[in-house]
């Protein structure tokens, strides 16, 4: 049977733990986690969608755990429900503050617990459908430029830690403006919708990832692959797009649209900002228009 989210149960009291679970488990996949030094080891990489926890049980643990979970780019959201032996409107203003989303006394009811577990997996399901339609360009369905500038921070810390190369493309469309004015916006956004569908199609296959940069520019990164297969995935691009033959009688280039790459591939020196890459990209896109080359590929 398919469950429809993923709790985390944080108790130290065993009976505790295995009432939840039993309160749970028909509906929800149920981990149980002793101590919060477990539950954080659990939460990485498991898809947790909301926390349980017993913070009387906890005592100051309880407290420091929930605002690890603040200061965790990945766990700030995840709602947490508190439940306690206590009836103190005082302890529960305090497991409120401290971020909880909800505060449920024992001995407790079942249903209750059910349908509070209920309705804030709903408001989070609301909200993570919100936060991803923010990440999105509209009109090509890419990621869009705040997506971007967090993955490649991802990305960088990433290669840093363990001093792996990244490439990181910019793909630009050659004379677009002339296109627009000739054939209008609406067959403007249908052309940028085509190049980055097969873009975006041709760096998931390498497990890379591919966001809307601006106008008519695209982003691609990809981790752990060659200067020359970094050259080679910039001339896949260009063949991929002039596969598409999308007509571009005022291009002084070609008959058909086409795209130059500039190139930024970082071997060795992690020392700069993570947008850094980004902007040599960029200037190396320059380059590649300046020069009529098909790609410029900087190593940094």
């Known amino acids: 049977m398919h469950k429809s989210a993923h709790i985390l149960v944080l108790d130290p009291d065993p009976l505790n733990r295995v ?14 986690s002793s101590t919060p030094e477990q539950a954080l080891t659990q939460l990485k990489g498991t898809g947790v969608d909301l926390i349980i926890m017993d913070n009387q049980q906890l005592g100051d643990a309880g407290e420091v755990f929930l ?15 508190v439940i306690s032996a206590s009836a103190s409107f005082l302890d529960e203003a305090q497991s409120l503050q401290q ?30 459908q919100l936060s991803q339609q923010a990440l999105i360009d509209g009109m090509t369905s890419l990621p869009n430029r705040r997506a971007l500038d967090q993955t490649l921070a991802t990305f960088w810390r990433q290669c840093a830690s363990g001093v792996r190369p990244l490439a990181v ?14 054939f209008g916006h609406i067959r403007g956004d249908e052309c940028l919708y085509k190049i980055a569908q097969v873009v975006a199609g041709l ?12 106008g008519g520019r695209f982003v691609a990164l990809l981790r752990d692959i060659s200067e ?16 598409l033959a999308i007509r571009h009688p ?10 130059s ?19 040599l990209a960029a200037t190396a896109l320059n380059e590649a228009r300046e020069r009529q080359q098909k790609a410029v590929l900087s190593v940094v």
């Not at 690890?68 to 780019?73: D, G, P, V």
């Not at 493309?169 to 000739?182: A, I, K, P, S, T």
């Open 99 to 128: 971020g909880a989303v909800d505060y449920i006394t024992k001995p407790f009811n079942p249903n209750i617990v059910k349908a509070r577990v209920k309705i804030h997996l709903a408001i989070k399901q609301r909200n993570d």
């Open 203 to 214: 760096i998931s296959n390498m497990d890379g990832f591919t966001a809307r940069y601006d």
């Open 169 to 182: 493309f910019v793909l630009g469309v050659d004379h677009f403006e002339r296109y627009n004015q000739l």
């Open 250 to 259: 005022q291009s002084p280039i070609c008959a058909h649209v086409t795209v």
């Open 19 to 32: 009432v939840l679970q039993n309160t749970l488990e028909e509906t929800y996949l149920v981990t149980l």
């Open 228 to 243: 020359m297969e970094a050259q080679e995935v910039a001339e896949a691009m260009h063949k991929a797009v002039a596969a």
């Open 67 to 81: 605002q690890a979970l603040k200061a965790n780019a990945e766990t700030v959201q995840l709602p947490v429900i």
């Open 261 to 279: 790459v500039g190139i930024c591939y970082t071997k060795a020196d992690f020392s700069r900002v993570h947008r850094d890459p980004l902007d």
